[in-house]
């Protein structure tokens, strides 16, 4: 990444007309009412498809079996890899702003491809009459389906990792204040999100599924186009920051420096001559602008990139003649804030995999269950992950607007907060438990339903309301915690790195659970009197045992973050003359103990 020498140009020029020079100054809750609403539509427009994208496909293309499978999980993971390339783009050309708006066209592009396949019939197969025997689509069929599909997953690789760091980029983190607003306006985002996600999972899947699929398709649509709107009309309000070039590419060579001097002892920064050339900041704009980071004595083997072997590896203007064998301590404080995170990054895959539990089984047991509400309503099984929702939302407006101001009223001390530490332990706590209940559920609802003899079980879908209301509150703690640790812990520059890296282990903590499905029923298909997992009747499954396997990997998550990945999180508070994270920049302050990604 280049040395930035004039810190004026660390703003990202704002793509539409500037502000007034009487207009109040920009960011904070001004800016951020417009970012919500617009991350409110375009969850509501995103979310309406995907939670009903594989109904969708039986029931209009006949795809089935191995196929559906197959088109979802490799449409949302490459959603979540064009998240990374999305984070590319925006840190290395476009800025934030940009990327989100380019990725808004895109999805709202794809979302409008999709509304035609469903209102125009010759682009989809005759409807099946006679399952299992139905036509298949056509080549071109798929290939335009595939394409929407595809436009969808491009807007959500730009609007995934933008949109929280667009969000940051309005509050001042070098202040109490501005910290304990960025940690308000992660909730707040969060609550934004389950609200939304509510609305899209009973309304919209209504529509859809009972209504007309054309018309359940136009309503995100316009839900997108709203979106797009309400963040164009905020963009006088905006902080904006400069792309700072490609995270990616110093990566690559701080890696490929560090090996190639594999043989250089690393000792104390005293006996070392480092390549650390200073940048130059301006005094009137130090709120805002991207710090120099210090240099600190953690993952030592990565300072062998920056140390200066000979006078040769420098030309006459003091410059590295190759930065693929001499890089900056920049460059390498940068890697190492990314490798700091790793740790809680794998807390948060395992956390996460109990969470999907209850998307795939805890649906597939409510179809085996009384869903009957009254001699004439069913409840639908897909409804249930709105429990989920309410029990994050009811959480974070109690923290937020309850517990927060009484806890402040009554004690003096200025911050009250609880700790990042505490929150993601709470989180792995309640991951645990919902995987224990979720077994005891299960194995009454199997043994209900053997000793009648039925498929469906004669026990109420409501005995799994708590499983889902504790899976809801793991993504309260843990989701939104580690959200904002992933991104407070990087420099502004690398905020939307941070923001690919959460949708990342979303992603891999899916294709995790997916492998252990498959080792579960490949294991126990032979050796054990029925399977675990398998087939079309959980009655002749044990599906009970697979969850407390889950439960099991999370308890060993739970002792992996105490025992190593906690030290990543450092324990005081804002306020309290400790700091939960090393927010405050060291080059301001004097001091080079202390890293601005902590």
Not at 113 to 127: C, E, F, G, H
């Given at each position: 990444?280049?040395?930035?020498?004039?810190?004026?140009?660390?703003?990202?020029?704002?793509?539409?007309?500037?502000?007034?020079?009487?207009?109040?100054?920009?960011?904070?809750?001004?800016?951020?009412?417009?970012?919500?609403?617009?991350?409110?539509?375009?969850?509501?427009?995103?979310?309406?498809?995907?939670?009903?994208?594989?109904?969708?496909?039986?029931?209009?293309?006949?795809?089935?079996?191995?196929?559906?499978?197959?088109?979802?999980?490799?449409?949302?993971?490459?959603?979540?890899?064009?998240?990374?390339?999305?984070?590319?783009?925006?840190?290395?050309?476009?800025?934030?702003?940009?990327?989100?708006?380019?990725?808004?066209?895109?999805?709202?592009?794809?979302?409008?491809?999709?509304?035609?396949?469903?209102?125009?019939?010759?682009?989809?197969?005759?409807?099946?009459?006679?399952?299992?025997?139905?036509?298949?689509?056509?080549?071109?069929?798929?290939?335009?389906?595939?394409?929407?599909?595809?436009?969808?997953?491009?807007?959500?690789?730009?609007?995934?990792?933008?949109?929280?760091?667009?969000?940051?980029?309005?509050?001042?983190?070098?202040?109490?204040?501005?910290?304990?607003?960025?940690?308000?306006?992660?909730?707040?985002?969060?609550?934004?999100?389950?609200?939304?996600?509510?609305?899209?999972?009973?309304?919209?899947?209504?529509?859809?599924?009972?209504?007309?699929?054309?018309?359940?398709?136009?309503?995100?649509?316009?839900?997108?186009?709203?979106?797009?709107?309400?963040?164009?009309?905020?963009?006088?309000?905006?902080?904006?920051?400069?792309?700072?070039?490609?995270?990616?590419?110093?990566?690559?060579?701080?890696?490929?420096?560090?090996?190639?001097?594999?043989?250089?002892?690393?000792?104390?920064?005293?006996?070392?001559?480092?390549?650390?050339?200073?940048?130059?900041?301006?005094?009137?704009?130090?709120?805002?602008?991207?710090?120099?980071?210090?240099?600190?004595?953690?993952?030592?083997?990565?300072?062998?990139?920056?140390?200066?072997?000979?006078?040769?590896?420098?030309?006459?203007?003091?410059?590295?003649?190759?930065?693929?064998?001499?890089?900056?301590?920049?460059?390498?404080?940068?890697?190492?804030?990314?490798?700091?995170?790793?740790?809680?990054?794998?807390?948060?895959?395992?956390?996460?995999?109990?969470?999907?539990?209850?998307?795939?089984?805890?649906?597939?047991?409510?179809?085996?269950?009384?869903r009957s509400i009254g001699p004439k309503f069913k409840f639908s099984p897909g409804w249930l992950?709105?429990?989920?929702?309410?029990?994050?939302?009811?959480?974070?407006?109690?923290?937020?607007?309850?517990?927060?101001?009484?806890?402040?009223?009554?004690?003096?001390?200025?911050?009250?907060?609880?700790?990042?530490?505490?929150?993601?332990?709470?989180?792995?706590?309640?991951?645990?438990?919902?995987?224990?209940?979720?077994?005891?559920?299960?194995?009454?609802?199997?043994?209900?339903?053997?000793?009648?003899?039925?498929?469906?079980?004669?026990?109420?879908?409501?005995?799994?309301?708590?499983?889902?209301?504790?899976?809801?509150?793991?993504?309260?703690?843990?989701?939104?915690?580690?959200?904002?640790?992933?991104?407070?812990?990087?420099?502004?520059?690398?905020?939307?790195?941070?923001?690919?890296?959460?949708?990342?282990?979303?992603?891999?903590?899916?294709?995790?659970?997916?492998?252990?499905?498959?080792?579960?029923?490949?294991?126990?298909?032979?050796?054990?009197?029925?399977?675990?997992?398998?087939g079309h009747d959980l009655n002749q499954n044990r599906l009970n045992y697979y969850y407390y396997?889950?439960?099991?990997?999370?308890?060993?998550?739970?002792?992996?973050?105490?025992?190593?990945?906690?030290?990543?999180?450092?324990?005081?508070?804002?306020?309290?003359?400790?700091?939960?994270?090393?927010?405050?920049?060291?080059?301001?302050?004097?001091?080079?103990?202390?890293?601005?990604?902590?």
């Amino acid at each position: 990444m280049e040395n930035v020498n004039d810190s004026s140009s660390l703003r990202e020029d704002p793509p539409l007309n500037p502000p007034s020079s009487n207009a109040r100054k920009p960011g904070g809750w001004r800016a951020i009412k417009y970012i919500l609403a617009n991350e409110s539509f375009e969850k509501l427009a995103s979310m309406s498809l995907i939670a009903n994208i594989t109904v969708y496909l039986t029931t209009r293309y006949n795809l089935s079996g191995i196929f559906v499978v197959n088109v979802v999980n490799i449409w949302n993971g490459s959603s979540n890899v064009a998240s990374l390339a999305g984070a590319f783009v925006s840190d290395a050309y476009l800025g934030r702003f940009r990327t989100l708006i380019l990725g808004s066209i895109s999805s709202i592009l794809g979302m409008g491809a999709m509304t035609i396949t469903a209102s125009i019939y010759q682009l989809r197969p005759p409807t099946c009459k006679e399952p299992p025997h139905c036509p298949e689509p056509q080549s071109w069929q798929l290939g335009f389906l595939f394409l929407a599909l595809a436009l969808l997953s491009i807007g959500a690789g730009g609007i995934r990792p933008c949109n929280i760091a667009f969000g940051a980029d309005q509050f001042d983190t070098k202040t109490a204040k501005g910290r304990a607003q960025l940690e308000s306006f992660f909730n707040w985002w969060y609550f934004s999100f389950t609200v939304a996600l509510v609305v899209a999972l009973t309304i919209v899947v209504y529509i859809q599924t009972n209504v007309s699929w054309a018309i359940g398709f136009v309503i995100p649509t316009v839900c997108l186009a709203f979106s797009i709107s309400i963040f164009l009309f905020g963009r006088h309000t905006y902080i904006y920051l400069k792309p700072q070039g490609s995270i990616f590419s110093d990566i690559a060579k701080v890696i490929t420096a560090s090996c190639r001097k594999c043989r250089v002892p690393v000792g104390p920064a005293s006996e070392h001559s480092f390549y650390d050339p200073p940048l130059s900041t301006n005094a009137s704009d130090q709120t805002q602008m991207i710090l120099k980071l210090p240099h600190t004595n953690r993952f030592r083997f990565l300072d062998r990139s920056a140390i200066i072997t000979s006078p040769d590896e420098l030309d006459n203007q003091g410059k590295p003649k190759s930065g693929w064998r001499l890089c900056s301590i920049q460059q390498v404080e940068q890697l190492k804030c990314l490798v700091a995170i790793l740790p809680v990054w794998i807390t948060a895959i395992g956390t996460f995999m109990s969470v999907d539990q209850q998307n795939t089984f805890g649906v597939l047991q409510a179809l085996q269950m009384d869903r009957s509400i009254g001699p004439k309503f069913k409840f639908s099984p897909g409804w249930l992950n709105i429990i989920s929702m309410l029990a994050l939302a009811i959480w974070i407006f109690f923290y937020e607007r309850i517990y927060l101001p009484l806890a402040q009223k009554k004690s003096t001390r200025r911050n009250k907060r609880l700790t990042m530490q505490q929150r993601i332990n709470t989180g792995i706590m309640l991951s645990i438990v919902s995987m224990l209940v979720s077994g005891i559920v299960e194995e009454h609802r199997r043994k209900s339903a053997l000793r009648h003899g039925s498929y469906i079980s004669p026990s109420s879908f409501a005995l799994l309301l708590p499983q889902f209301f504790l899976s809801g509150l793991t993504e309260a703690f843990s989701a939104v915690s580690i959200m904002e640790f992933f991104t407070m812990q990087m420099p502004e520059s690398m905020r939307t790195i941070a923001g690919a890296v959460f949708f990342l282990s979303l992603s891999i903590s899916s294709y995790i659970g997916s492998l252990i499905v498959n080792i579960v029923h490949k294991a126990t298909e032979k050796k054990a009197k029925s399977p675990w997992l398998g087939g079309h009747d959980l009655n002749q499954n044990r599906l009970n045992y697979y969850y407390y396997i889950i439960a099991g990997l999370g308890v060993l998550n739970l002792v992996y973050f105490n025992f190593f990945a906690r030290r990543y999180v450092l324990v005081g508070r804002p306020g309290n003359g400790r700091k939960e994270m090393q927010l405050e920049n060291p080059v301001l302050h004097g001091s080079r103990d202390q890293s601005e990604c902590a």
